[in-house]
Nanobody, 119 residues
Framework: QVQLVESGGGFVQPGGSLYLSCSADRSIFVGYTMGWYRQAPGMQRELVANVTAIGRPTYADAVKGRFAIHRDDGRATLGLQMFSLKPEDTAVYYC?????????????WGQGTQVTVSS
């Protein structure tokens, strides 16, 4: 069974920082676009940031300049450094691995880690 395991969530005050980490099976890391999504209560899951297999990152407008995504193919880990956190960043954060070509598409999710930003 393919596994993506997130860690690093928690409670932080507004303006604080957190680092999320995702450990992946090597079989689903190299060649995959790796990303972080989040889902707040009553809301749809949304993209936070992702990074392609060749290292090109994309960020949601809401987190640009505050979050930084990093992939380490050697260790099959994905990181998300979050700075200047706001209450609206509160959500469950999910690690995602996505692969597609003209023959196949694969999509895997972690179990999620809670991030709560509150004073």
């Amino acid at each position: 069974q393919v596994q993506l395991v997130e860690s690093g969530g928690g409670f932080v005050q507004p303006g604080g920082s957190l680092y999320l980490s995702c450990s992946a099976d090597r079989s689903i890391f190299v060649g995959y676009t790796m990303g972080w999504y989040r889902q707040a209560p009553g809301m749809q899951r949304e993209l936070v940031a992702n990074v392609t297999a060749i290292g090109r990152p994309t960020y949601a407008d809401a987190v640009k300049g505050r979050f930084a995504i990093h992939r380490d193919d050697g260790r099959a880990t994905l990181g998300l450094q979050m700075f200047s956190l706001k209450p609206e960043d509160t959500a469950v954060y999910y690690c995602n691995a996505h692969y597609s070509d003209h023959l196949n598409e694969r999509n895997y999710w972690g179990q999620g880690t809670q991030v709560t930003v509150s004073s």
